[in-house]
């Protein structure tokens, strides 16, 4: 490798790094925008100076002024002169879709709670990497909860419907009589199993999570989504002996890569079912092997697993994590090893997620 071949990686690391410094900080912007409901103030307003934004989402007027002009000089913002010289600030309504409208497809200001979460938590992160042991994920706190929820909630409220069609048999059975019961397992917050149950009034459809804050979200966003009646949530384990061969569908969405024993768990699904049922699972769309350098979105899950997914799932030992980026192979692997007699990759186009019906 010639020395300037060697100048020339270095200094491509060096402007990535440094990108990577912008990006995150603008990712902080975001955060606040989104927290302090900014981005709510300013959707589909005239142009507004800082004093009037400061008035209307509840925040000091200097703070308003320096991070309206951040965010213009970020691009978020377009910035017009008013009267007297008073900047005015307006989000664009193709801005506004990205990082106020929670069921959009395209909305993505749900990155910068995640993010945070995780960075509250580093310091404990550096300490589970030295002692082989986890993070709790309750120690995320409500940031990566929330954010996690907000990012998934667009495809399940927008998408459910059309994943279970692709299993025409099991479309079929949650339509019909005597009522299907599904079990939602992994639920998070409740949008997934909101979403199976809009989609499938006939069916009887429960979330089940092992986290209490999440389940307590679950059931208020039901409540606000006029779903109480029709869903029901309560934190438990798959694995209870109440649930055995009781549900003709078990879902699990983007969270068996976050367990501790993933092969335990599908174990669990697997007896959940009545003797003709399925697991709906969806988990990460990553290559089938690992290759380096990888693309994006490798990149991408990576970064989760090693600042979240991995030492939430190191806490429950003895533990055998996949971390984020669970391969296709592997799910076959752990599903043969939890005894389904199939998997079939399921034909549904999606950037992040890759769907699998395993049978019983």
């Known amino acids: 490798m010639t020395s300037t071949t060697v100048q020339d990686r270095r200094d491509a690391l060096v ?19 989104d927290r302090l409901g900014l981005y709510a103030a300013l959707a589909g307003a005239d142009a507004l100076d800082p004093d009037e934004l400061a008035e209307r989402a509840g925040i000091a007027p200097r703070y308003a002024r320096e991070w309206l002009e951040q965010q213009a000089v970020a691009g978020v913002l377009d910035v017009e002169d008013g009267e007297g010289g008073t900047r005015r600030f307006r989000l664009s309504a193709e801005y506004a879709e990205v990082l106020v409208d929670a069921e959009s497809p395209n909305y993505l200001a749900p990155l910068a709670s995640l993010l945070a979460g995780i960075g509250g938590v580093l310091p404990d992160v550096v300490a589970a990497y030295r002692t082989g042991g986890g993070v709790p994920f309750s120690r995320y706190g409500a940031d990566l909860r929330d954010g996690q929820a907000a ?4 495809a399940f409220t927008n998408e459910m419907a059309s994943w279970v069609a692709t299993m025409p048999d099991v479309d079929a059975r949650l339509r019909s009589e005597p009522a299907a019961r599904v079990a939602d397992v992994g639920c998070g917050v409740g949008w997934s199993t909101i979403a199976l149950a809009r989609a499938f009034p006939a069916a009887t459809v429960e979330g089940i999570d092992l986290d209490q804050a999440s389940v307590d979200d679950a059931r208020r966003n039901a409540a606000d989504a006029g779903m109480a009646g029709a869903v029901s949530f309560h934190m438990g384990d798959a694995a209870d002996p109440a649930a055995k061969g009781a549900y003709d569908l078990a879902c699990m969405f983007e969270a068996l890569h976050d367990t501790p024993r993933p092969a335990e768990v599908l174990g669990a699904l697997h007896q959940m079912l009545r003797e003709d049922g399925s697991v709906l699972l969806a988990d990460e769309r990553v290559a089938s092997s690992f290759t380096a350098p990888g693309d994006e979105v490798e990149r991408m899950m990576y970064g989760w697993s090693i600042s979240h997914c991995l030492p939430a799932a190191m806490v429950d030992q003895p533990a055998e994590p996949t971390g984020t980026v669970l391969r296709e192979p592997t799910v076959r692997d752990l599903a043969g090893r939890a005894g389904f007699r199939s998997v079939d990759v399921l034909p549904i186009e999606n950037d992040f997620f890759r769907f699998y019906r395993l049978r019983r």
């Open 151 to 154: 990012m998934n909630r667009p």
């Open 15 to 33: 402007e990535r790094l440094f990108g990577a410094t912008i990006g995150t900080l603008e990712l902080f912007g975001v955060y606040l925008g």
